[in-house]
């Protein structure tokens, strides 16, 4: 059975710091891509950032880039997303996700097979 398993998020200031990790099982994790996703209230769910299966290749939101660093141990099966400076803008339920084999793109929630249960992040200003 495949299982993410998210880990982290909370309450911040603004320019603060969080990070997020995921646990993966069920699966060969060093064969898929993987993604970062959020839900800000009351709007859908967006793309944050993806990291190739290998782990040479990191893409991000504009908004985030610089902010964000998105990183991943295959041997650990476990993957993280370090997040600095922070604003209340980031304020979201953060998800990661398995992009799908058979994905065209892995910036479209809609491409990704698997989820974490989700975690909260809020930044106060």
């Known amino acids: 059975e495949v299982q993410l398993v998210e880990s982290g998020g909370g309450m911040v200031q603004s320019g603060g710091s969080l990070r997020l990790s995921c646990a993966a099982s069920?699966?060969?994790?060093?064969?898929?891509?993987m993604s970062w996703a959020r839900q800000p209230p009351g709007k859908g769910p967006e793309w944050v950032s993806s990291?190739?299966?290998?782990?040479?290749?990191?893409f991000y939101l504009d908004s985030v880039k610089g902010r964000f660093s998105i990183s991943r141990d295959n041997a650990k099966n476990t993957f993280s997303l370090q997040m600095n400076n922070l604003k209340p803008e980031d304020t979201a339920y953060y998800y990661c996700?398995?992009?799908?084999?058979?994905?065209?793109?892995?910036?479209?929630?809609?491409?990704?097979?698997?989820w974490g249960q989700g975690t909260q992040v809020t930044v106060s200003s």
């Open positions: 996700a398995r992009v799908s084999s058979r994905a065209t793109s892995p910036f479209e929630v809609d491409e990704y097979d698997y």
């Open positions: 069920g699966f060969t994790f060093s064969n898929y891509d």
């Open positions: 990291i190739n299966a290998g782990g040479e290749y990191t």
